[in-house]
């Protein structure tokens, strides 16, 4: 998503897009990643071999739904319904096995309107100048409008990689339950545990068109990542990531701060959490 936003020139959060709820979370994301030094991530990504199958499973997975999304969109029912069947099929495989009669394990994030406390920007329905898109004339059963529908490529890329590559993410919380990972699991979460929110998802990715010109620069980024992880070279890999890092250096400060804040909240309710599972 970094990436996408350096190579467009855009911080969107400032345009009113992007903004509140689980977008919080993600933009956050963004920078807590990129405030970091680039080493820590090279050495995951490179010297991981697991970590390259996951990499390319991921590309390969936004590119999938992405082409699956443009042709659906553009009037093929057969992809529309292989969409909505792989979309459904990732969410059945990561968080449908639950065991009857076992207590659900709470969310990680927590509510919509909670995250919009965190938020480096304030919510506006639509671009400056642009109707309603498709989804919000149609749908009446979609979000409020201050959480603008979008397609959440890069959540269902996440969760349909996971699936393809046979993860539980939940076991590698249990091993390795790092802040970041909390959040990248808990805005997955969010959206496929919810009927209502992953319905709009799809949906606007079927018929919105006001995110697809950021949606290809998602694709094209990850696609670019993959393809510099599989080289090995930590040269080029500290020259994309420092590029993409120069954009967004101007707002650490402040996003460091709301995301700092962030982190805390969402780890004092996962501390909560866990004592009360243990007793």
């Not at 709470?106 to 671009?127: A, C, M, N, W, Y």
């Not at 390795?176 to 709009?200: D, M, N």
């Amino acid at each position: 998503m970094g990436t996408a936003w350096s190579c467009s020139l855009s911080y969107p959060w400032e345009q009113g897009l992007y903004v509140g709820g689980i977008e919080t979370a993600k933009v956050n994301l963004v920078f807590r990643i990129y405030s970091n030094a680039w080493h820590v991530y090279a050495g995951l990504a490179i010297l991981n071999p697991s970590a390259r199958i996951q990499i390319d499973q991921y590309a390969r997975s936004a590119t999938d739904i992405f082409k699956l999304m443009l042709s659906g969109g553009s009037g093929s029912v057969d992809d529309e319904v292989k969409l909505r069947k792989r979309i459904e099929w990732g969410r059945e495989v990561v968080f449908g096995n639950r065991s009857p009669g076992k207590k659900e394990r709470r969310p990680i994030l927590l509510s919509q309107e909670v995250l919009d406390r965190f938020s480096l920007g304030k919510p506006s329905t639509h671009r400056q100048g642009a109707p309603p898109s498709p989804m919000e004339m149609t749908f009446g059963s979609a979000p409020p409008s201050k959480y603008r529908p979008n397609s959440h490529l890069s959540l269902l890329a996440m969760v349909d990689c996971w699936a393809h590559l046979k993860i539980n993410p939940y076991e590698h919380l249990a091993l390795a339950a790092t802040p970041i990972f909390r959040l990248f699991l808990g805005v997955a979460e969010h959206l496929f545990l919810s009927p209502s929110l992953l319905g709009s998802a799809i949906q606007s990715a079927l018929h919105d068109s006001w995110h697809r010109s950021d949606d290809l620069e998602f694709i094209i980024a990850a696609r670019g990542w993959s393809q510099c992880v599989s080289f090995g070279n930590f040269d080029l890999y500290e020259r994309r990531f420092q590029e993409t890092r120069s954009f967004f250096e101007g707002r650490f400060e402040e996003a460091g701060r709301l995301g700092s804040e962030m982190i805390k909240a969402i780890m004092e309710t996962e501390i909560q959490r866990e004592e009360e599972e243990s007793e």
